[in-house]
């Protein structure tokens, strides 16, 4: 059987396929079935500062009548949110004394302190890496797209001199310049950039004249946006980059590997087909690698790469040039 070993973000993982972020990463009894199906890493639920606020207002607002006296207010909110922090902090721990794969820990927060408060006291629980869900959109129609790179890159450098281990962002795909983004988070010295992460999309039910969700899990033909950002930029920066939307076979782990990520993460496949999905993975990718004669991932992670390979402006293609006949 070939060696599935990869490198990410300076972990040794034994599979390049992370179970990332989702309802199967939550609880030690599903982090356990992940592990024994043979994922690489798991990346813990996020923790949301923005749902912590709902749900602390909320249980406030239940207990108004006991907590009438003028600090109460402030108080509750302050102890409750160290309560939610505290229930993620001990699923971290608990999942580092329970599995032997890495562990990494998602924090989704507000504002730049909140987020560096909450990843240092994940460090503290022996986190092997911090995943930033960095999820922006530029609703504000005053501010330039350079203001809002900025931003972000102002952010990344303060989470990379504050936060002591190995940091990822995950990212959106709706970057004006992406190469220059990815390239810039590089000089940085962000270790890994996971592409992309899948936005809420928004719907309206005409019947009733309402709001709706859009799908909340990806259909196969998504991958193709992170196949693309991953074949372009892999070759040029030396952080890690890892595929991310759409990947739902090991089909597309190879295509990405040969693009050049170093590891991928899956959500909607393991919601549709549990943890097995995770063994068939590898087992096609274990299959294809004998096939073609590779014994370890190193001797194709990026063989595609547009530095790499002759055809390679093919990435940047964006047009259909007389391809239907
Ligand atoms: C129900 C659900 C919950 C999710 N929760 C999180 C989360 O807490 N943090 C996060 O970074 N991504 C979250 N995601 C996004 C996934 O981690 C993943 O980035 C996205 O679904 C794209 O990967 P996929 O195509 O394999 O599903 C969630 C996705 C789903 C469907």
């Not at 992940?34 to 912590?52: D, N, R, T, Y």
């Not at 890496?129 to 790179?149: H, M, Q, R, T």
Request: hydrophobic content about 40%; proline content about 2%; some cysteine.
């Amino acid at each position: 059987m070939a060696n599935l070993s990869t490198k990410y973000l300076g972990l040794e993982l034994k599979s390049p396929v992370i179970v990332s972020a989702g309802p199967y990463t939550q609880t030690i009894e599903s982090l356990k079935k992940l592990e024994a199906a043979g994922a690489g890493a798991v990346v813990l639920k996020s923790i949301f500062e923005e749902q912590i606020e709902d749900d602390v207002a909320n249980e406030y607002k239940a207990n108004e009548d006991y907590l009438n006296w003028s600090v109460a207010e402030s108080h509750f909110m302050e102890h409750g949110k160290d309560y939610y922090i505290d229930r993620y902090m001990r699923l971290l721990i608990e999942a580092k004394k329970n599995l032997s794969i890495p562990v990494i820990a998602s924090v989704c927060c507000k504002t730049t302190e909140e987020w560096i408060d909450y990843a240092e006291r994940f460090v503290n629980c022996k986190a092997d890496a911090i995943e930033l869900n960095y999820y922006p959109l530029a609703s504000d129609a005053s501010v330039d797209g350079k203001d809002v790179e900025k931003t972000l890159f102002e952010f990344a450098k303060l989470a990379k001199k504050k936060i002591s281990c190995p940091v990822a962002i995950k990212m959106g795909n709706k970057y004006s310049s992406m190469a220059n983004v990815i390239s810039k988070l590089d000089a940085i010295g962000i270790d890994g950039a996971v592409l992309f992460n899948r936005f809420y999309r928004p719907d309206i039910d005409i019947e009733n004249l309402s709001f709706v969700h859009g799908p909340e899990l990806s259909s196969p033909v998504e991958y193709s946006e992170a196949l693309r950002w991953i074949g372009l930029s892999s070759g040029e920066v030396k952080m890690d980059l890892c595929g991310n939307t759409g990947i739902h076979d090991g089909e597309t782990v190879v295509k990405m590997l040969l693009a050049g990520a170093k590891a991928v993460e899956v959500c909607t496949v393991i919601i549709r087909e549990g943890a097995e999905a995770i063994t068939k993975m590898n087992d096609f990718i274990s299959s294809w690698m004998d096939k073609k004669g590779y014994d370890s991932l190193n001797q194709f992670i990026g063989k595609l790469a547009q530095e790499r390979n002759s055809e390679g402006y093919k990435w940047e293609r964006t047009q259909f040039l007389n391809m239907i006949k």
